[in-house]
């Protein structure tokens, strides 16, 4: 199992950090007690096997606890069944005086204002554990595409292309737009499977359905054309720090077309060992006679 520990100093992005992890992949949690992630990862290991990345945060806020974290960092490192990566993240105190003062943050060590004296004071009280770090990862000066191109480099030796995920929806024009979309297609303009008898009542999940619009040698083209697309998107996509693409193609009822091509599209970025997830938002709608 592949184990990250995020620490470090509050306000150095261990959260946008998290974020990251969690694109890539991992489950990830913030805050736990460190003595407790040991029973965690058994737990996780006896379920299956269904997760095999995890990401922590850890830090301060965890109080007297996060003195344990020293002694479980230990411990796992003398498991063979568990790769543990341990970064630690930091900035200037003067940078992140900024920080916080800018979202009006109050600073977890103290509960009261992040002056220059308490952020050094939570470094002075980190240093054993930045000393275990595999990595430190100082943020001063980095934009947040900037940080996760470094945690990609530190992870990935800057082979994150494998990890971009692709969130693919079908949706019908008569329910309305979905927001989250970052891109969307209209496919009306292929074969209406609605207006064959036989074919009116399936969904673009069945066989014959899809071999109905795939008759058109466009559904064949568009789709590839898409992959074609998104794939030359995606670079440009990671280097902005985005790993993931939210892609919507619509119909008139969000039963047919809309489905088949979405999951024609969701196939080919599989087999490219894409993470791919596949929502069909309005196909009950026609059962419930909407």
Same mark, same amino acid.
């Given at each position: 199992?592949? @184990?990250?520990?995020?620490?470090?100093? #509050?306000?150095?992005?261990? #959260?946008?950090?998290?974020?990251? $992890?969690?694109?890539?992949?991992?489950?990830c949690?913030?805050?736990?007690?460190?003595?407790?992630?040991? #029973?965690?990862?058994?737990?996780?290991?006896?379920?299956?096997?269904?997760?095999?990345?995890?990401?922590?945060?850890?830090?301060?806020?965890?109080?007297?606890?996060?003195? &344990? *974290?020293? !002694?479980?960092?230990?411990?796992?490192?003398?498991? =063979?069944? %568990?790769?543990?990566?341990?970064?630690?993240? =930091?900035? /200037?105190? #003067?940078?992140?005086?900024?920080?916080?003062n800018?979202?009006?943050?109050?600073?977890p060590?103290?509960? +009261?204002?992040?002056?220059?004296? @308490?952020?050094?004071?939570?470094?002075?009280?980190?240093?054993?554990i930045?000393?275990?770090?595999?990595? %430190? *990862?100082?943020?001063?000066n980095?934009?947040?595409? =900037?940080?996760?191109? =470094? *945690? &990609?480099?530190?992870? $990935?030796g800057?082979?994150?292309?494998?990890?971009?995920?692709?969130? %693919?929806?079908?949706?019908?024009?008569?329910?309305?737009?979905?927001?989250?979309?970052?891109?969307?297609?209209?496919?009306?303009?292929?074969?209406?499977?609605?207006? @064959?008898?036989?074919?009116?009542?399936?969904?673009?999940?069945?066989?014959?359905?899809?071999?109905?619009?795939?008759?058109?040698?466009?559904?064949?083209?568009? @789709?590839?054309?898409?992959? &074609?697309?998104?794939?030359?998107?995606?670079?440009?996509?990671?280097?902005? +720090?985005?790993? !993931?693409?939210?892609?919507?193609?619509?119909?008139?009822?969000g !039963? !047919?077309? /809309?489905?088949? %091509?979405?999951?024609?599209?969701?196939?080919?970025?599989?087999?490219? +060992?894409?993470?791919?997830?596949?929502?069909?938002?309005? *196909?009950?709608?026609?059962?419930?006679?909407?």
């Open positions: 199992m592949k @184990v990250v520990i995020i620490t470090g100093m #509050s306000g150095a992005g261990r #959260s946008r950090a998290a974020d990251w $992890f969690e694109d890539q992949g991992y489950y949690v913030d805050n736990m007690p460190p003595a407790l992630i040991g #029973s965690f990862l058994e737990m996780a290991s006896a379920d299956g096997g269904h997760v095999d990345k995890v990401a922590f945060v850890a830090d301060l806020r965890s109080g007297s606890f996060f003195d &344990d *974290l020293s !002694h479980t960092i230990d411990s796992l490192r003398e498991r =063979e069944d %568990i790769e543990l990566t341990v970064i630690f993240m =930091e900035a /200037s105190p #003067s940078e992140i005086v900024r920080r916080f800018e979202v009006r943050r109050s600073h060590l103290t509960g +009261g204002e992040a002056s220059l004296d @308490v952020i050094e004071n939570e470094g002075l009280r980190l240093k054993p930045r000393k275990k770090a595999d990595f %430190i *990862l100082d943020t001063t980095l934009k947040v595409s =900037e940080m996760y191109s =470094e *945690l &990609d480099r530190m992870i $990935f800057g082979r994150g292309s494998s990890n971009f995920a692709v969130n %693919i929806s079908s949706f019908g024009f008569k329910y309305g737009i979905p927001s989250e979309a970052d891109v969307m297609f209209d496919v009306r303009f292929l074969p209406n499977p609605y207006y @064959v008898p036989s074919l009116k009542k399936l969904t673009g999940n069945n066989r014959k359905v899809k071999e109905y619009i795939f008759r058109s040698e466009l559904a064949d083209q568009f @789709v590839g054309s898409v992959h &074609d697309l998104v794939t030359e998107m995606a670079g440009g996509f990671m280097n902005e +720090g985005k790993y !993931h693409l939210n892609i919507a193609f619509g119909c008139t009822g !039963h !047919h077309r /809309s489905v088949a %091509i979405a999951n024609a599209v969701a196939e080919r970025f599989i087999r490219d +060992g894409l993470r791919v997830r596949v929502k069909h938002r309005d *196909l009950d709608l026609q059962n419930k006679g909407k």
